[in-house]
């Protein structure tokens, strides 16, 4: 087949559960969820933009494979869909062998899950090729290429060749140099769609970007995506060119703000570049910029420019506030310096949003209300904006999983149990009790002084209009672990 003539479906298809949303794509954690969220998927979409790019036909979709019949089906999975997708898998391929026997789709399954075990899914069902590693849109030239002019393999895929489940060799990402990707063609991978229902955005539309791959510390012991960015792997696209993109978003799309989804933004030389681009092109008045952050890394002069060059809304994983935890989770951060870096961050005009975990194996119930407690406070102070709060999951591949199978600490091995509704490791607290602690930490933030500042805060419509959906959106949040549970 010619190469020109050679289709690709990047599809995520539809999966239905009582339980809510699919938190897929961009997710370092999954879950269900009912806030109605949409999270645009950066890598994918980079992957369908390279694609065309290079000559082949790309499908963006999640329900009309039997419409567009691919050559080439790709879907990303997590460990709580993984066993939902086989059956998908299954029923595609009976489908083309028995209904429409002239279309012979290669299946490809890629995430973090199939990273961790990557023949698992071939003894499962039928499908044609895993791809490990995070990269997916170079590695997806790479099979496009090799299918239709059959040039070798970059190491990192997984594929059956007489009978045999064979390999390329472990994937290797720094070689990828993200500079050489083309700028994402938002129309072909339907951004509209993901431009709205996401209270990461306070002004509308807004939309997603990746300046890098994907944490530069990448150690945290539970996090999913060390599985397939490990530590030592970070890159980053250059300041101009991360610049040169916020502008044709502004100028194209009209976007209002951005949340750039790089695990930790790079900071030092690349981030004081960035923002002072960001000040001299004028982009600081035209959009608002969000992304993630660790705690401990940056002075009051460089939050000062951040505030100054458009940022508002800034992600800082909490996790816990026991010495001991963020010891034992790679955190490499001190408890105080939380207090610190809010104080900062908010000083410069910031809204940090913080991330927190229940359910850890060696932490007592005291230690959980620990830091239940000092997050109360953080946003009784004025310190922190929004949270979210969920059930720590030790995600296969990961540092957290390995430390469960040595001690014996993993209390189910069926997949589907890993979307954050049930304790997946032993601890000393009842699932009843964690989720109590999580429902009472949503609750109990909402103080009246911290409604009243809120209230205080407003200064234009898009402010009522954010506040009142990120309201709806709160409470809805609670529907993710029942209180009929508790």
């Known amino acids: 087949m010619s190469k020109s003539k050679f289709s690709i479906s990047i599809s995520y298809p539809p999966l239905i559960n009582s339980k809510g949303i699919a938190f897929l794509s961009q997710n370092r954690q999954f879950q269900w969820t009912n806030t109605g969220n949409y999270i645009y998927p950066i890598i994918p979409a980079y992957a369908a933009t390279l694609l065309q790019k290079n000559n082949y036909k790309v499908f963006w979709d999640d329900a009309i494979l039997i419409k567009n019949k691919p050559n080439m089906i790709v879907i990303e999975?997590?460990?709580?869909?993984?066993?939902?997708?086989?059956?998908?898998?299954?029923?595609?391929?009976n489908l083309s062998?028995?209904?429409?026997?002239?279309?012979?789709?290669?299946?490809?399954?890629?995430?973090?899950h199939v990273t961790a075990f990557p023949l698992e899914s071939f003894d499962n069902c039928p499908v044609d090729y895993v791809i490990t590693g995070g990269d997916y849109d170079f590695m997806l030239l790479s099979l496009a290429n090799h299918l239709t002019k059959k040039t070798?393999?970059?190491?990192?895929?997984?594929?059956?060749?007489?009978?045999?489940?064979?390999?390329?060799?472990?994937?290797?990402?720094?070689?990828?140099?993200?500079?050489?990707?083309?700028?994402?063609?938002?129309?072909?991978?339907?951004?509209?769609?993901?431009?709205?229902?996401?209270?990461?955005?306070?002004?509308?539309?807004?939309?997603?970007?990746?300046?890098?791959?994907?944490?530069?510390?990448?150690?945290?012991?539970?996090?999913?995506?060390?599985?397939?960015?490990?530590?030592?792997?970070?890159r980053s696209v250059s300041p101009k060119r991360?610049?040169?993109?916020?502008?044709?978003?502004?100028?194209?799309?009209?976007?209002?703000?951005?949340?750039?989804?790089?695990?930790?933004?790079?900071?030092?030389?690349?981030?004081?570049?960035?923002?002072?681009?960001?000040?001299d092109r004028g982009y600081n008045k035209k959009i608002k910029f969000g992304c993630n952050m660790r705690f401990g890394h940056l002075d009051q002069k460089q939050y000062d420019l951040m505030g100054n060059a458009g940022f508002r809304f800034i992600l800082y994983g909490l996790e816990s506030s026991n010495q001991n935890t963020l010891d034992r989770i790679e955190k490499r951060t001190k408890v105080q310096d939380s207090r610190k870096t809010l104080a900062m961050a908010k000083k410069s005009g910031l809204e940090p949003h913080l991330t927190i975990m229940i359910g850890y194996p060696w932490?007592?119930?005291?230690?959980?209300?620990?830091?239940?407690?000092?997050?109360?406070?953080?946003?009784?102070?004025?310190?922190?904006?929004?949270?979210?709060?969920?059930?720590?999951?030790?995600?296969?591949?990961?540092?957290?999983?390995?430390?469960?199978?040595?001690?014996?600490?993993?209390?189910?091995?069926?997949?589907?149990?890993?979307?954050?509704?049930?304790?997946?490791?032993?601890?000393?607290?009842?699932?009843?009790?964690?989720?109590?602690?999580?429902?009472?930490?949503?609750?109990?933030?909402?103080?009246?002084?911290?409604?009243?500042?809120?209230?205080?805060?407003?200064?234009?419509?898009?402010?009522?209009?954010?506040?009142?959906?990120?309201?709806?959106?709160?409470?809805?949040k609670l529907k993710d672990f029942p209180s009929s549970k508790i």
């Open 77 to 93: 999975s997590k460990t709580p869909t993984i066993k939902s997708h086989w059956q998908i898998i299954k029923n595609i391929k």
């Open 242 to 279: 991360a610049l040169d993109e916020i502008g044709q978003l502004i100028n194209k799309y009209h976007i209002k703000e951005i949340f750039d989804d790089t695990g930790t933004l790079p900071i030092g030389p690349w981030l004081m570049e960035f923002c002072q681009g960001m000040i």
């Open 152 to 234: 070798k393999l970059e190491p990192g895929f997984y594929y059956k060749k007489n009978k045999k489940i064979v390999n390329s060799g472990p994937f290797a990402l720094k070689h990828h140099n993200l500079d050489t990707l083309p700028i994402i063609d938002r129309d072909l991978t339907q951004w509209k769609l993901y431009a709205y229902q996401n209270t990461n955005y306070k002004y509308t539309p807004g939309t997603y970007t990746m300046f890098g791959r994907d944490c530069w510390w990448g150690r945290c012991t539970f996090c999913s995506w060390t599985t397939t960015h490990p530590a030592g792997s970070f």
């Open 97 to 112: 062998q028995t209904k429409y026997p002239d279309w012979h789709p290669k299946i490809v399954l890629i995430g973090d």
């Open 363 to 476: 932490e007592t119930e005291k230690d959980a209300q620990t830091t239940l407690n000092e997050a109360r406070q953080l946003f009784k102070d004025g310190l922190a904006d929004s949270m979210q709060a969920t059930r720590i999951i030790p995600y296969p591949g990961t540092p957290l999983f390995k430390e469960c199978q040595d001690n014996n600490w993993l209390l189910t091995d069926n997949w589907d149990d890993y979307d954050m509704r049930q304790p997946i490791m032993k601890s000393s607290l009842s699932p009843q009790q964690q989720e109590k602690l999580i429902q009472s930490l949503f609750k109990g933030v909402l103080t009246p002084k911290f409604l009243i500042r809120k209230v205080l805060s407003i200064r234009s419509p898009a402010d009522v209009k954010f506040l009142s959906t990120y309201a709806y959106k709160y409470l809805k």
